[in-house]
């Protein structure tokens, strides 16, 4: 098992310019989540989705678009990009609980540091 | 609303001696109580989590923690620290449907 994987690992954007980060998962975990993480500030949940179609917003959600049209694939997607969407994102998964929620152990990616100028 | 609080933005400690790391938390009800460590670089790994029952949890990499409901704190201790410990580490509380609230994080320095 791959786990979770990321793509670009690093991208510098200019002002105004989109992109859509990529993540999957191989593991068939229901949940998907984005955060982004600044100094001082941990991580920040962005979007979230439980399952396929599924998607909902989080802490930090403006500039920033999701879909989920696979149980494996969650993309972000920055529409206009902004020099305070400068960060590192990070991309999780975990499995759903019966009777748990919030329970759920989450599998990080390695991260994509962006850079917006 | 959930909230964390690690109260240590940054603790040094020597090769060998005992870490101790600080969470606060605020729920409205029992929580689900997680430390990750995140390495230079890397993604977050998972150290151990609590759901309930016994308040003493054990973890990889020897860590355990103690969930306290009567101090609202989930604190990680490891009796002796390698070099390889130094990294950042981040409290969490379960909020819902695979969703986590995090802590700022403490960074932790090893020094010989």
């Known amino acids: 098992n791959a786990g979770v994987t990321q793509t670009p690992k690093f991208q510098v954007l200019k002002t105004g310019q989109s992109m859509t980060l990529q993540c999957a998962q191989d593991?068939?975990?229901?949940?998907m989540s984005w955060y982004r993480q600044d100094p001082g500030m941990g991580l920040r949940l962005i979007h979230y989705?439980?399952?396929?179609?599924?998607?909902d917003q989080g802490e930090v959600p403006n500039g920033y678009n999701v879909s989920r049209s696979t149980t494996e694939d969650f993309p972000l997607r920055l529409l206009s990009a902004a020099p305070s969407q400068t960060s590192v994102y990070f991309c999780?998964?975990?499995?759903?609980?019966?009777?748990?929620?919030?329970?759920?152990?989450?599998?990080f990616g390695p991260g994509t540091r962006l850079l917006v100028l | 609303a959930q909230s964390v609080t690690q109260p240590d933005i940054h603790i040094t400690v020597s090769e060998g001696a005992s870490l101790e790391l600080r969470c606060n938390y605020s729920?409205?009800?029992?929580?689900?109580l997680f430390w990750y460590v995140q390495s230079p670089g890397q993604g977050l790994q998972l150290l151990l989590k609590?759901?309930?029952?016994?308040?003493l949890v054990q973890g990889i990499k020897g860590f355990e923690a103690e969930f306290k409901r009567s101090q609202s704190s989930f604190n990680l201790r490891k009796p002796s620290v390698h070099w390889s410990d130094a990294a950042e580490y981040f409290c969490?509380?379960?909020?819902?449907?695979?969703?986590?609230?995090f802590g700022a994080g403490t960074q932790v320095v090893v020094t010989p």
């Open positions: 999780a998964s975990s499995r759903a609980l019966s009777g748990r929620a919030g329970g759920e152990t989450q599998y």
């Open positions: 593991m068939n975990h229901e949940y």
């Open positions: 989705s439980v399952g396929a179609g599924i998607t």
């Open positions: 729920y409205g009800a029992t929580p689900y």
């Open positions: 609590y759901f309930s029952g016994d308040t």
């Open positions: 969490a509380v379960g909020a819902s449907w695979g969703k986590l609230q």
